[in-house]
């Protein structure tokens, strides 16, 4: 199970930091990724990184001001989210695959494991 928390309110240009908490060793997982759901849309990929090698993958439109992490040590997946934007507004998810090859990280398909969501929103 995964439990993503961190979520809130914050204006423009201010920063939050999501975790996802696993219940199992994270080194169990071969990929993990942050997914998100803007209102009325389809869940969109955010970011992902290898729970090996620690490789990091980012959608453009995040390139820059979000980072992923991982804390294998306590289990723990982090996107730190700097300079926020409107359109960035959006309920994330966790998400986690113990067979997830490097191709196929961007679709949702590839992930059997998914956390609640949290809700970001950002006011201009």
Do not use: H
Request: net charge positive; proline share 2%; with cysteine.
């Amino acid at each position: 199970q995964l439990q993503a928390s961190g979520g809130g309110l914050v204006q423009a240009g201010s920063s939050l930091r999501l975790s996802c908490a696993a219940s199992e060793r994270t080194t169990s997982y071969r990929y993990m990724a942050w997914f998100r759901q803007p209102p009325g849309k389809e869940r969109e990929f955010v970011a992902a990184i290898n729970m090996g090698g620690g490789f990091t993958y980012y959608a453009d439109s995040v390139k820059g001001r979000f980072t992923i992490s991982r804390d294998n040590a306590k289990n723990t997946v982090i996107l730190q989210m700097n300079s926020l934007k409107p359109e960035d507004t959006a309920v994330y998810y966790c998400a986690a695959g113990k067979s997830t090859i490097l191709s196929n990280i961007y679709y949702t398909r590839a992930y059997a494991y998914w956390g609640q969501g949290t809700l970001v929103t950002v006011s201009s």
